[in-house]
């Protein structure tokens, strides 16, 4: 089945450090891959994604490229505000076909520090 | 256009009881999704409507059930409430094809006590 592996735990940083949190797929097929992001008290807002092999997602900052070879799809940011503290979620949905469930890693919480 | 609506926002029932959660899909998509939230655990999918059919359903135990309406809004009803129940609820819309993306409902924290 399809699976999203986050590495563990939070991610405490200073304000203008670069940010990566790394996340690793498992799946049949071409996946898209997705990072959310949550905020306290919210729900999900789509943060980036890409639909295939070498495609890079990029917003507010934040870039992460799909690696086929490696099965990766690491989030990165080159310089965090203190407004990034959240928790990010990655997540993969297969592109085709019916039943196209999320399927989401543990998640990582970040805490930027001014 | 409009996001995903969910309501209500917060819910305290006791164990046993029953539970209606409502979800208002973005304009233009015709496919819901329900995810549970533990807290501090990542989304887990509990099951999907396209055209008012269930289409695809995670590990949850019969007593999750829900309904897709013409409109493409839909509900969630959990029956026999358990103390694990509390979570926030997630709904997301889509078009059929994922693939292209979900947008997410800010969620319904349900507590159970």
């Known amino acids: 089945g399809n699976s999203v592996t986050q590495m563990e735990g939070p991610v405490t940083l200073s304000e203008e450090a670069f940010l990566t949190i790394n996340c690793t797929y498992t799946a049949t097929g071409y996946p898209s891959l997705f990072w959310y992001v949550q905020y306290p008290g919210e729900g999900l807002q789509l943060l980036l994604k890409?639909?295939?092999?070498?495609d890079k997602g990029s917003n507010k900052g934040f870039e992460a490229t799909y690696r086929k070879e490696t099965t990766s799809f690491h989030l990165e940011k080159g310089s965090v505000q203190v407004s990034d503290s959240a928790v990010y979620f990655c997540a993969l949905s297969p592109l085709m076909g019916g039943n196209n469930r999320l399927a989401f890693g543990k998640g990582n919480q970040v805490v930027v520090i001014p | 256009e409009t996001g995903v609506t969910q309501s209500p926002t917060h819910l305290i029932k006791t164990r046993g009881q029953q539970v209606t959660l409502r979800c208002s899909s973005q304009?233009?998509?015709?496919?819901v999704s329900w995810y549970q939230q533990a807290l501090g655990q990542g989304p887990q999918f509990i099951f999907q409507?396209?055209?008012?059919?269930?289409?695809g359903r995670g590990n949850f135990p019969p007593r999750f059930s829900g309904l897709q309406f013409p409109n493409y809004s839909s509900e969630l009803n959990v029956n026999a409430l358990e103390l694990d129940d509390s979570a926030l609820y997630l709904c997301?819309?889509?078009?059929?094809?994922?693939?292209?993306?979900?947008?997410f409902g800010s969620g319904t924290r349900l507590t159970v006590v």
């Open positions: 890409a639909t295939k092999a070498d």
């Open positions: 304009s233009g998509h015709n496919t």
């Open positions: 409507y396209y055209r008012e059919e269930e289409n």
């Open positions: 997301a819309s889509s078009l059929p094809s994922g693939g292209y993306g979900y947008t």
